[in-house]
C-alpha cells in the first residue's frame, strides 16, 4: 500500500444494462490515500506531509502516512462489443478536493481491449493514463539534502499485452 487508496462517499449510480454503462456520482466523497512505506511517506510522496528535518539533515519527525481529502467523486464503466471478436471495456474515476485544491482533477482511466483470434487464442491490449496533482516528478534536491523546487505532476501512462491460450472443458 504505497500507495492505498480508498473512497468512502453518498451517492447515486445511473445504469443501463443494454448499453453497459454505468455512471455514479458521489458529490461528498472522502479519499484516503495511504503510504505505508516510512521511506516514502518521508519524502512526501502521493501528497502525504513528509518528514521534517533540522539544520544537519537529520529527522526530528516522520512523514505521515495517510493523506485525507473531501471532494467530489465520478465514475463511468463502459462496455461495448465493437466487432464479432473484440470487446472494449473503459474505467474512469474522477475526482475533485474541494478543500485544498477544486478543479484540479484526478484521472484514473483504463481502457481495455480483449480480441478473440479464434476459440483457443485470445489477446488484451491495455492502456491505463493516471493524472493527480498530489503525485510530484522532478524534485530538485541540492547538494545539502534541502528540496529546492517541490517538482509537478505529470500524466502518467502504463501499457499492457496480453496473449493467452483457452481450453474449455
Not at 25 to 33: H, N, R, Y
Not at 49 to 63: F, V
Amino acid at each position: 500500500m504505497a500507495p492505498g487508496y480508498l473512497f468512502l462517499g453518498v451517492g447515486t449510480s445511473y445504469i443501463d444494462d443494454a448499453k453497459k454503462l454505468n455512471i455514479y456520482v458521489s458529490p461528498l466523497t472522502q479519499k484516503a490515500t495511504f503510504v505505508l512505506d516510512q521511506d516514502l511517506a518521508d519524502r512526501g510522496a502521493f501528497g502525504v506531509k513528509r518528514a521534517t528535518y533540522d539544520a544537519l539533515g537529520n529527522k526530528i519527525t516522520d512523514g505521515e502516512k495517510v493523506f485525507m481529502e473531501l471532494g467530489i467523486l465520478v465514475t463511468n464503466t463502459y462496455e461495448r462489443t465493437v466487432a464479432e471478436n473484440v470487446l472494449v471495456k473503459s474505467n474512469l474515476s474522477l475526482y475533485t478536493d474541494y478543500l485544498a485544491s477544486f478543479g484540479n482533477i484526478d484521472v484514473d482511466w483504463f481502457l481495455d481491449v480483449h480480441l478473440k483470434v479464434n476459440k483457443f487464442i485470445t489477446s488484451n491490449i491495455g492502456m491505463h493514463f493516471i493524472y493527480d496533482d498530489d503525485i510530484l516528478f522532478d524534485r530538485v534536491i541540492n547538494d545539502l539534502g534541502f528540496v529546492e523546487q517541490n517538482g509537478r505532476p505529470k500524466l502518467q501512462f502504463k501499457q499492457l499485452l496480453g496473449f493467452g491460450v483457452v481450453y474449455a472443458f
